[in-house]
């Protein structure tokens, strides 16, 4: 039986109007959820839902926001007729026949209309195409929605956000646990260093809080922390005995993080490097932190970690490899030149000599004649000009191979 109460649904809809929208989409809904149709046009549960899938989703429950009705106004983002878009009903991650039904807080749940799988409910999240099965009939995925277990704790995490010391006081006071987590498993200090708030960290780790708490990813404080490019809060965190080298279960440490396009701060990076932060031997992914570093022109963190002992060779080996994958690409992307400037830079840094660099340069593609000569050239000439010029033998090499010449 279904636990929450659906209201603020549309005006009651006619056996003719769901005939008319069943003629369209070419199938015939399935009877539970034409009953609730009948029942409920459309329409949101009073209270915050939660419901628990057959398929595993991130979080592990959702949330209905509302259900979607047939209303007068087909042009409404919350009508059925706009769902339906031009008559199709989608095919999504090889499950064809699926009707969109209602808008969920993590995507979009949809009810399949026919062949085996009719009855059947899904949902799809908001980042990504698969589908994950929620239940094995309408009925039995009303029946399935209750109160949300976490309710109760949001209050604190908008507190949180807010920056509000006070009111967060006020909550832990009242009873919620310290270590209380949000669906997506965040612990109240985590989500502190997501929402860029150092008085709420400083606040919580004095109140107690675990500061090397995981997620079920393996990720800590620590993370949250250097992804929202908080330098307070990283700071806060390692006093209070944060693990400035600790890895997610994908192996991406702070300093990694830091190094990452889409983040990337050379005063981060020199900030975790000064906090302890070391040289990975390399990630999952087979990564080299100091390749990384070179490339993005962060000579600072470059010294001190060649100076810590980080592998000079491993890192041009691995910058050597974006060369590679990029020239082979064949695309106009191509970022040959500012890779092998990096090169020479670490070169330069580590006095290792180029006799020794090219050792591990070479190994990389022992079949590309015209990449090594390119290499060779620039790497070995102390002039200048010519050192640009052999750099540019990188784009012709890429506009040979591009015509069908040697290949790796």
Avoid at 76 to 89: H, P, V
Avoid at 107 to 133: F, H
Avoid at 250 to 255: A, C, F, M, T, V
Wanted: proline share 3%; glycine share 8%; with cysteine.
């Amino acid at each position: 039986m279904m636990q929450l109460e659906i209201i603020n649904s549309h005006d009651p809809v006619t056996t003719a109007a769901i005939s008319s929208f069943e003629k369209r989409c070419g199938v015939a809904l399935p009877q539970q959820y034409t009953r609730f149709l009948r029942a409920h046009n459309g329409g949101e549960f009073r209270g915050t839902p939660a419901y628990s899938t057959i398929d595993k989703i991130p979080g592990g429950v959702g949330g209905v926001d509302y259900f979607f009705g047939l209303t007068k106004d087909r042009r409404t983002y919350d009508d059925l007729w706009r769902q339906l878009g031009q008559g199709e009903l989608e095919t999504i991650d090889r499950i064809p026949n699926l009707l969109g039904v209602a808008q969920d807080a993590c995507g979009m749940v949809y009810i399949c209309c026919k062949g085996k799988y009719q009855g059947n409910v899904y949902i799809r999240m908001l980042d990504g195409a698969n589908l994950y099965l929620v239940s094995n009939s309408f009925d039995a995925f009303l029946d399935s929605v209750s109160p949300d277990p976490f309710e109760s704790t949001i209050p604190v995490f908008r507190v949180v956000e807010a920056g509000d010391i006070d009111a967060l006081q006020g909550q832990i006071a009242a009873g919620i646990d310290i270590e209380t987590r949000n669906a997506e498993q965040e612990t109240l200090l985590m989500f502190a260093c997501k929402v860029k708030s150092p008085r709420c960290v400083t606040w919580l780790l004095d109140a107690g809080a675990q500061v090397n708490a995981v997620t079920d990813q393996g990720k800590q404080a620590i993370h949250f922390a250097t992804r929202a490019r908080v330098l307070d809060c990283v700071r806060i965190l390692v006093a209070r005995g944060a693990n400035i080298n600790a890895t997610t279960s994908s192996g991406e440490s702070p300093l990694f993080i830091s190094l990452e396009r889409v983040c990337c701060w050379e005063r981060l990076a020199e900030l975790i490097v000064e906090l302890g932060g070391d040289e990975i031997a390399a990630d999952a992914n087979g990564r080299s932190a100091l390749g990384m570093a070179c490339q993005d022109g962060y000579r600072g963190v470059c010294t001190k970690l060649i100076e810590r002992g980080a592998n000079v060779e491993q890192a041009i080996a691995w910058v050597v490899k974006q060369i590679v994958t990029d020239s082979d690409a064949q695309t106009w992307g191509f970022t040959g030149l500012r890779h092998l400037g990096a090169v020479d830079e670490l070169i330069d840094l580590s006095a290792k000599g180029h006799t020794l660099a090219m050792d591990a340069v070479l190994a990389i593609a022992p079949g590309r004649a015209d990449f090594h000569q390119a290499l060779q050239t620039a790497m070995h000439n102390p002039d200048e000009d010519i050192r640009d010029c052999a750099k540019d033998c990188l784009e012709e090499a890429r506009l040979s191979k591009s015509a069908g010449d040697s290949s790796l």
